[in-house]
């Protein structure tokens, strides 16, 4: 086995190439486990991982990590392809993906000292706390509070559309500190613990029978005065660079997971509409979007939104192509219903479940923000085109009219 490079220095591609295939090969051949779920299988890869070196290819060598650059992580990223489960599953992603990228921009000495490597390592798990009943697209109008009582932050609120909440140790929340100000500068971003008094999970079960996400209600739960990323009022810079980290992440594959190319070509081979021209082509734009997703990610500096909204658009498209191809036995299976254990997987094994992913694809123009977000955010932030125009983005938030 090849040694894995000391922290900080930087081997050459083709060196960390046979690293990252040498580091696979012996994790690959240790003995299974039987009986170990795929949340235990997911926390002693990402232990393995990052303990060998390999999961903190990015980040400062101060901060535990490699300080490598995106040509490191993309060779990582295509040689451990065949581990995408066991690489941020089970709800891990959150974290690894955007929560402790986020620390590690913008998060004290200190907390980066006590969430990084504990995180990187599968030790701790994350969630998202940003959505609210009143507050969704508008997330600036969240009217979760947080008062700075001694030492400790009192937090009153409510979130929707968790996801992983029910395992999650800790919870980036967003909280509003300041009600005399304009609603984007009164917002901080705290670090919530999840297994306290006060914090309430509950299941939302969605159309496809799963339930991937959660309600959260918050009565009155401390969170400790110094674990605030950036700083007190500055939680919208914040919550913008969360939110990059998490598009970028959808856009490069991570989350949900549009119906595959190959097993629609499957499905037509099993239908008898190999040869149907229409269906052909049908394939064919499907495969040129999934390639053309790669190629966006392979460019330097694009834009995370853009990737974000191909991905989306690819996840529609191939639910159409499913749903004419299963019609009507993709409304109608036996057995397991899939999702149980191994959410984004779209067909039992005798190929009859396709319901799943064709309900499951409308969540992917939602998460991450709506792609009527994403058009806006290029509108505005690449294009340079006026913002739309709002009535209260100057005014203190305790003026502005709301819902009792």
Known sequence: MVEPTAHGDVPSIEAFRAEVRAFLREYDARPATPGRSRRDRTRAFLAARYDAGLGALDYPVADGGRGLDRHHVDVYRTEAAHRTADDGGSGFGIGLDMCLPTIRDHGSPDLRRRFLAPGLRGDEHWCQLYSEPGAGSDLAGLTTRAV???????????????????????????????????????????????????????????????AHFNEVFIDEARVPADWVVGEPGDGWRMAVALLAHERSSIGKGGGRQPVPVDRLVDLARATGRADDPVVRQDLARLATGARIIEWLNLRSGIHPSVTKLWRTRQGRDAA????????????????P???????????????SHWAYGICDARALSLGGGTDEVQRNTLGERVLGLPREPASDRDVPFSQVPRNA
């Open 148 to 210: 700075l009582d001694g030492d400790e932050w009192v937090v009153t609120g409510q979130k929707v559309w968790t996801s992983g909440a029910e395992h999650a140790d800790f919870g980036i929340l967003l909280a509003r500190t300041d009600w005399d100000v304009p609603k984007h500068a009164g917002v901080s971003m705290l670090v919530l613990p999840m297994d306290q008094p006060g914090v309430e999970v509950r299941a939302l079960r969605q159309m496809t029978d799963v």
């Open 337 to 351: 219903r899939m999702g149980t254990t191994e959410p984004g997987h779209y067909a039992d094994p005798d190929g």
């Open 320 to 335: 159409d192509v499913t749903a004419r191809l299963a019609y009507p036995g993709g409304v109608a299976w036996e057995g």
